[in-house]
């Protein structure tokens, strides 16, 4: 038991030390055209056909509808730069590969990785070779003749070798494959990202493989947010890494709790796609225009920041004694919210509750409480328009 006290302090106290990163670049919107399809619009924004179907519920058996539009997820949050800075880092959730110069992150590129069964070796290594026009040599186990440079090598025309027994990154004769767990354990990128990442590097560059399902970042504005990706070789190691994240974001004053239960329901969701850790943002709407970050779902249920009503005329006090925030109408009805750390949502405001004080569990989160929707606003008798589908919250 000391033992391991003792791992998860040096761990912890590993962790506070590195400051969480900033997410960089924009997710847009493709409208799907009638030449589209899940490979070709990947390959267009450099990213693998999974990713477009992770962030979009859509699938090769599912695929999009003309018309339709498609986040396409080029807003990451960047993993910690390699040693000394420069050279690459590839997330094997991901299935992304990061160039860094000088700390900042300059590229990332959708790659395929090994099998389960051949999985891409994770630790820290460095470029060993480089190739053009390969000749590929396969294993000896596979009883096949070495495939010389041209259309039916599954090495592309670009080599770059990372381990002494040939674990490489390289093109591919095959770009559909982008985005699976698919290789032998190398690393395969499409033909024009190959080509740009080979004039980048050199023999020596380190190149860090890591296995981060869970990846936690920081806005300007201090929310704290985190995308999470699949499990390709089964490791569980999501939840773990969660709680990790979250240590290090308490460390840094962030004012974050949640469950093991809370953690492991959101895991569930992993599209790739950056959301405040608190919940999934809700578009909350008002007749005086959008209110960002007003409104969340979480495996608790759906909540609504208490200010929001503020605006409109309640008000709302704190009971120290009684560790309660009271929300209360102008038409006298009120609304007693307790914090709790695990609380429970009811759907329906209980028969005959009428005008007496109605009791309701709440959240306190950044100094602010949040309270259930829709039942705060069925007990009010505010009218409001909710598509779940959508999450789009319209106060009327």
């Known amino acids: 038991m000391r033992i391991r006290l003792i791992f998860l302090l040096i761990l912890f106290l590993g962790v506070a030390a590195c400051a969480l990163p900033h997410p960089s670049g924009r997710d847009v919107i493709h409208e799907v055209t009638d030449k589209d399809t899940l490979y070709t619009i990947a390959r267009k924004y ?54 860094f110069k000088q700390g900042a992150m300059t590229k990332f590129y959708g790659v395929a990785i090994g099998e389960d069964i051949y999985p891409t070796p994770s630790g820290q290594f460095r470029i060993m070779a480089k190739e053009k026009n390969p000749t590929w040599e396969p294993p000896k186990w596979l009883e096949l003749k070495p495939i010389p440079p041209g259309p039916e090598n599954p090495l592309g025309d670009r080599w770059i070798q990372i381990t002494p027994n040939m674990v490489g990154i390289h ?56 995308s999470v990706f699949p499990d390709p070789y089964h490791k569980w190691a999501g939840p773990f890494q969660a709680q990790q994240g979250l240590a290090l974001a308490r460390a840094e004053g962030q004012d974050i709790v949640m469950t093991d239960f809370e953690v492991e329901e959101r895991l569930t969701e992993a599209r790739g796609l950056i959301h405040p850790v608190f919940g999934q943002p809700v578009t909350l709407l008002t007749e005086d225009g959008e209110v960002k970050n007003a409104a969340f779902l979480k ?55 009428g ?38 919250l319209k106060l009327l």
């Open 299 to 353: 495996p608790t249920g759906n909540w609504l920041d208490a200010s929001v009503l503020e605006a409109r005329g309640y008000k709302l006090s704190t009971d120290a004694k009684a560790k309660v925030v009271k929300v209360e109408a102008p038409a006298g009805k009120i609304l007693v919210v307790k914090p709790e750390k695990t609380p429970l949502n009811p759907s329906k405001v209980p028969a005959g509750q």
């Open 355 to 392: 005008s007496a004080p109605f009791h309701v569990d709440g959240h306190r989160w950044r100094g602010k409480v949040w309270i259930p929707f829709p039942l705060s606003l069925d007990y009010f008798g505010i009218r409001y328009e909710w598509d779940k589908k959508s999450s789009t």
């Open 171 to 226: 093109g591919t004769n095959n770009p559909d494959s982008i985005g699976e767990v698919a290789s032998l354990g190398c690393v395969r990128l499409y033909p024009e990202a190959i080509h740009h990442l080979y004039d980048q590097v050199g023999v020596g560059t380190p190149v860090t493989i890591i296995y981060e399902q869970v990846r936690m970042g920081q806005e300007a504005d201090g929310t704290l947010v985190w």
């Open 46 to 99: 450099g990213l693998a056909p999974d990713h477009i179907m992770w962030a979009n519920h859509v699938s090769h058996k599912y695929p999009p509808r003309v018309g339709d539009k498609l986040i396409i997820p080029l807003r990451r949050i960047p993993p910690s730069p390699p040693p000394g800075g420069s050279g690459i880092v590839l997330n094997l959730p991901e299935r992304v590969l990061y160039l």
